[in-house]
């Protein structure tokens, strides 16, 4: 580094270092908190009543048996990438996300944590004069 260049911080802008890693800090604690409170649970998957997992299957057996037949086959691996989609996809959809109970004082140091956590970050990337 030059003497006269300025030294260089946070996203290449001189200066901001301090308030990057402090934002950085607030938003990893407040997005721990946060999560921390959230209970993640899964249920059935089903089409009109009926459990569906069985035909999310499908497509991703046909395509293991194409490919055990033929690993170059194209129609085999787009059976297979269609049927983990699927089930990625059936997994995703069938979350139930729950926030657990806290007092209010909580929930606001969560989200000024992390919302303010972001904000500091955002500042330390704009250049300082």
Known sequence: MYEDEPKRGAGGTPGGLIEFFG????????????????????????????NAFGLTLVPLI???????????????????FVGVVIIFAGII????????????FNTI????????GIGLIARAIVAHK
């Not at 990893?28 to 089409?47: K, P």
């Open 23 to 50: 934002g950085l800090g607030m938003a990893v604690a407040g997005a721990y908190l946060l999560t921390n409170q959230v209970t993640v649970t899964s249920s059935f998957w089903s089409i009109y009543g009926y």
């Open 62 to 80: 046909f395509g293991i048996g194409i490919l055990f037949f033929n690993g170059k086959s194209i129609v085999g691996w787009l059976l297979l």
């Open 93 to 104: 959809t069938n979350l139930n996300i729950y926030f657990q109970p806290t007092s209010l």
């Open 109 to 116: 140091v969560m989200l000024i944590l992390l919302a303010g």
